[in-house]
Each structure stands twice: as structure tokens, then as C-alpha cells.
């Protein structure tokens, strides 16, 4: 069986078009842009011929499986929405949505469609999670003991739409791989703003903070996930990555991004010594490109720890098997709502927010 998948939004989306192109799976594929100069840009580069000026038109047309969603985020609920109705499978760019009622739409259109929806977290199909997941599953880190993670990017002249907006509504990359790892959601959070954010940085959004700091307590065990957002009047070069701590060991993001990852291992303690030592390593996780299909492994070295091609192929693969996709709507919402509540509690000096459960791990 081969499916045919139209890219809509040529940004980000531009990146994802040839791997699509390439799959085994994906007979012909379709790009949408609002934008007719990107899109004949875009589609001339590629050889691609199906193009369309819209979302609308693109359903319209007969045929065409799946969409794959790189729009500004204020549109992903609307037209995912959209997309499923008209009976297609869909995946999203994060975030899912940005708010909790938003959440609860995508996982009922998800439902009535019987159709597929993919959230397509860059995080946990990274070099660094696959490396950071063979630790835990060999032993290395012993038993989970604390999870920090930074997504801080200076927003300043990116597209309008992103002036002001919350930092913990982008939360994903920075959390997803601690709730992936632990096999877990977030129970509650409390999340202090730093930093109000200037009239000149004030978006639709309204007042709010150009940093958010968040302890997430993770539900069924005793961990806690600490992550610092930022996205205005920070003076930091961007850094977006997660740290994980065992009760043997650790893997830690570099400070300076395209650095090196530490691994740490505790050793025994010495007979009369105090504290016991460490032992430090400088790792450059490979990846895990024998994951893909042939076809798609000369992607495996793009942005991202080299996600993209493992995203298409977990969407692609999961509509061809007829299976549920690793981050369908559930688990989207999972590793969504926890950023939105943590903006709630910042608005609210710090309150504690409880999550909802969505019943997905
Ligand atoms: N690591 C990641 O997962 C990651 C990285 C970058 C961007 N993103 C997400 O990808 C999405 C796109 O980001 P970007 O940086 O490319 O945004 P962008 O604003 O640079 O580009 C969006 C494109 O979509 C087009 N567009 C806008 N509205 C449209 C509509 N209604 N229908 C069709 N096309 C439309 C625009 O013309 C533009 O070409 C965002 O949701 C962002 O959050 C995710």
C-alpha cells in the first residue's frame, strides 16, 4: 500500500516535503502555501507538481490520504479539525493547541474520524533521546531521580504572530522527553514568570512574562520535572534540550548547543572518602538511523538531532499498519496541556494547577 500526503505551510514544511518524497510508502505528494511565491519556490525546487493556494482547495481535490500541518500554530486546532473531517490522516507541527479546550476538540475529531493524528515532537525522536533511552533501558542511569530541561530562543523579528507568546505554550520540546522516558504525565505544576514583558513585546497573548520557570510533578511516582522557558528580554544564545538524572548515572545538554553531551556515572564509594566520585564523558550520540527505511537514512543528519525522517516515518508507517502513531492525539495532549496549565500558574503568582489526565502515557 502506498498513501499520497500533502505538506501544508513550505517554512518548516519545506523540509519535510523531499523526505515524504522519499519514503517507500508515499506514492505522489502535494504542497499548500498561502503564500503563491513560496509555493511555486518550494514545488519548482522539489519537482513536485501538485500544488494547491489552500488548505480548502487541497481537501477539495478527489484522493490524498494524509496532511502534514507546518502552519503558524494559532491555526494547528482549526485545521487539523479540518483535516480530519474530510476523512484524511493528519499530523501537526507543536503545539498540539493552546488550549485545554482546544485539546479536547483534537482528541474528539480524532475519535469520530478514525483517522490518524500525529503531533510531530521533534524532542523525543532526536539522537539525543534515542541515546538517552538506551541508558535507561540498560541500566545505566539505575533508577529516575530528576529531569531539567531548557527551551530558551530569542523570538525578536520572527513573524508577528509569535510577538508576546506564552513560553510554556511551546513547552513540548523541553518536557516531552522526561514524560517519554518515565512512561508518565504530569499530575500538577507550579510555574513562576520572570521578566513581564515589555509594551513593545505585548502580543495578543496580552501581559505575560518573557521567561516561565515550571516545576511539573510527575504523576505515579515521586519525580519532578524543572523547565525553564524563555522567548524575550533574555540575554542567552538558544539552547533547547533536556537533562536527564538516574540514581547511577546522568546525561547532560551541553550548555552551548553542537557541543558535546555529558554522561556521568557514579562510582562506588571508596572506603573513608565522602561523596562518591563521578566519572565524566563526553558522548555524540549516533543516532539511530537503522531505524529508517534505506531510502530515507540520508535525512537522518538534518535539524532537529535529525527527527524529521523518523517523524515521517512513524506517521507514514502507522497509517500504512493501521496502528495507532506514537503521539497520537492522547499522548499529544499529554505532553501539551502541561505547558498551558503552567501559563495559568504564572498568571496566578504560582499556584498550583492541576493536569488533566488523558489517559495516555
Ligand atoms: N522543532 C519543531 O518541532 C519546530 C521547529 C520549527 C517550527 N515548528 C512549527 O512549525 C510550524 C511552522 O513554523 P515556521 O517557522 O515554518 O512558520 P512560518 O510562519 O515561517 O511559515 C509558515 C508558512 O505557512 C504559510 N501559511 C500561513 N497560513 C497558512 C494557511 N492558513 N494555509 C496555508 N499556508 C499558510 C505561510 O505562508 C508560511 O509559508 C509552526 O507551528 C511551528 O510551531 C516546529
Redesign the pocket.
Known sequence: MSIDVIV???????DFAPIYQAHPDVGRVAV????PV??TAVADRLGITDRFP??DEALAAPGWDAVH?????R??AE?VQQVLKSGRHCA????MATTLEDLDALIAAQDDAQRNYMM????VYSREFFHARSLLDSGKLGRLAYFKGDHLQNLDG??D??LGYPPMH?V??ALSPALALANTRVESVRCLGSSKLTPDHIGVAGAGFGTEAALFKLAGDDLVANVTMSFFQLGRSYL?GFSVYGDEGALEWPQLEGGPMKEFKLEQLPDGRRGRPVTEADVRPPGAPELLPEALKRFADG??GG?HPHLVHEFVSSIVENRKPRVDARTAATWTAPGICAHQSALQGGAEIQVPDYGAR
Open positions: 501544508v505551510g513550505l517554512g518548516f514544511g519545506a499548500v502555501d498561502a503564500d513560496r509555493t489552500s488548505l500541518l507546518l502552519t503558524p500554530v491555526f494547528h485545521q501537526s507541527a507543536v503545539p510531530m515532537e521533534t524532542a520572527f513573524p504572530y509569535w511551546y513540548t520540546h533547547e535539524g532537529h527527527s
